[in-house]
């Protein structure tokens, strides 16, 4: 990957979620000034591991581990107050200092604790076929009010606490109503002990609240270069997804203008992170899921659990058809494979290359959850390899048979696989093409 050419950068998931976004942005904030996220909220985990130490970050962006980057949370991302703090306590205990290093829309939205509850009474509600299988992070609520917008709250209103606190008071009492009607909850919520607990939070956050629109536009002006966090996966987005179970944000690289605030021009370089293989966590149709021992066998060497939830991610081959299809959605320049040391071990290794519905390949990918299900994947079977991939230091070293299959992804997928990642640490990183371990270039 030529860090100097690629300009202000996005980095996405190209799958659904979970792809290793956090590490790679972990690794390329060295030559960035400012990391934004645009889009998402706690429902994302993203892992960075600096040597023995791992940091699961939820709403913080992955450049706040370098005290030199600006970290913005853009006004596209739902913000839950209580966890924002809880996370920045959380570094500070591990001696991590989270000072103006991380800035906090005006205009982001708050997630409060009914969006949390109705996330929560809602799924119980659904039957088995129609649950979404949601993180319970109040997300989709939190957004369904932004665009209901009377009922909604932003940062901002934290800073008028008389207003706050009328509108909250009928907001609460308007969900108690509904959350007794409607599921029989018998367990009101406390308007005013809300308001008391969000006014604290946002005094001890204060600092951090600014217009970070204006702050965007004044790195742009400056000549700063930004790399922009994409949270969850493309296979998860609200427009292209594979709706109805997906998260409610955009996930795309369309995204970013948009959630963060800059032109659509700002966006010079969209990098893609796609795992080695598939997970998909929650419910939803998942063509090349292995339901098998090979899944299990995946999901144990990959630790594939999820960082937000703790719930096991389900396993299955790459699906080279559904990553064209968010490849060509993003605009994606160049991609990161991760978890290649996963694989190892595997007497042969499959990927998904089309789907056929009726014994015929299927031209486009199916937009709809109903004819997802109805598709077989076509799979392509390659040789697998051994060996402990995390040892390894140069792309040269791999194993013939791994090469083999990253040239056969990247022939599927027709954008350069520029990195490879081989172990959870900055160290395991590797160049393609016979250049330095990224590993050097991340360890400052
Ligand atoms: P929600 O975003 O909590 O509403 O969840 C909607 C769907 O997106 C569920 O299937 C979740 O498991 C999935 N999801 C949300 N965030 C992530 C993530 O960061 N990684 C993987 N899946 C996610």
């Given at each position: 990957m030529d860090f100097d050419a690629l300009g202000n950068t996005c980095v996405v998931g190209?799958?659904?979620?979970?792809?290793g976004k956090g590490k790679i942005v972990d690794l390329l904030t060295e030559h960035f000034d400012v990391v934004a996220r645009f889009a998402g909220g706690a429902n994302a985990g993203h892992t960075v591991q600096i040597g023995d130490a791992k940091f699961a970050l939820h709403l913080l962006p992955s450049g706040i581990l370098r005290p030199d980057i600006v970290n913005i949370i853009g006004p596209g991302v739902a913000v839950d107050l209580e966890i924002l703090s809880e996370e920045i306590e959380g570094l500070r205990a591990r001696q991590i200092e989270v000072g103006r290093n991380l800035l906090v829309s005006l205009r982001a939205h708050l997630v409060m604790p009914y969006h949390k509850k109705q996330d929560r009474l809602s799924e119980a509600r659904r039957d088995g076929g129609t649950k979404i299988g949601t993180t319970a992070k109040g997300i989709g609520p939190c957004y369904a009010d932004k665009m209901l917008r009377s009922t909604a709250f932003r940062v901002a209103d934290l800073s008028r606490p008389d207003d706050f606190r009328s509108r909250m008071k009928k907001v609460v009492s308007d969900r108690n109503t509904v959350f007794a009607a409607l599921y029989g909850d018998d367990e009101p919520l406390d308007a005013e002990a809300i308001c008391r607990r969000w006014l604290d939070l946002a005094d001890g956050l204060a600092t951090h609240v600014t217009d970070t629109t204006a702050t965007l536009q004044e790195a742009i002006a400056g000549g700063k270069r930004i790399l922009f966090e994409g949270a969850q996966g493309c296979m998860l987005d609200i427009h292209h997804g594979t709706f109805p179970y997906v998260t409610s944000s955009v996930c795309t690289t369309g995204a970013v203008s948009a959630g963060a605030g800059?032109?659509?021009?700002?966006?010079h370089s969209c990098v893609g992170v796609v795992k080695a293989y598939t997970t998909r966590v929650g419910e939803g149709p998942f063509p090349s899921e292995l339901d098998d021992a090979t899944g299990e066998w995946i999901r144990e060497r990959g630790h594939e659990y999820g960082t937000t939830t703790g719930r096991p991610r389900r396993c299955g081959w790459f699906d080279a058809f559904a990553v064209n299809y968010a490849i060509e959605l993003n605009g994606i320049t160049e991609l990161v494979v991760m978890?290649?040391?996963?694989?190892?071990?595997?007497?042969e290794v499959k990927i998904c290359t089309n789907y056929s519905f009726i014994g015929r390949n299927v031209s486009v990918f199916p937009p709809t959850d109903v004819q997802l299900r109805a598709v077989e994947p076509c799979y392509e079977t390659l040789p697998g390899w051994e060996g402990n991939l995390s040892e390894v230091t140069s792309y040269e070293q791999l194993p013939a048979a791994a090469r083999a299959y990253l040239d056969r992804v990247e022939e599927l997928l027709g954008v350069p696989i520029t990195l490879v990642s081989v172990g959870p640490d900055r160290s395991a990183t590797l160049h393609r093409g016979g250049r330095r371990n990224a590993g050097s270039i991340g360890m400052s």
């Open positions: 190209l799958q659904w979620g979970d792809e800059v032109p659509p021009s700002a966006v978890h290649l040391d996963t694989l190892s071990g595997l007497p």
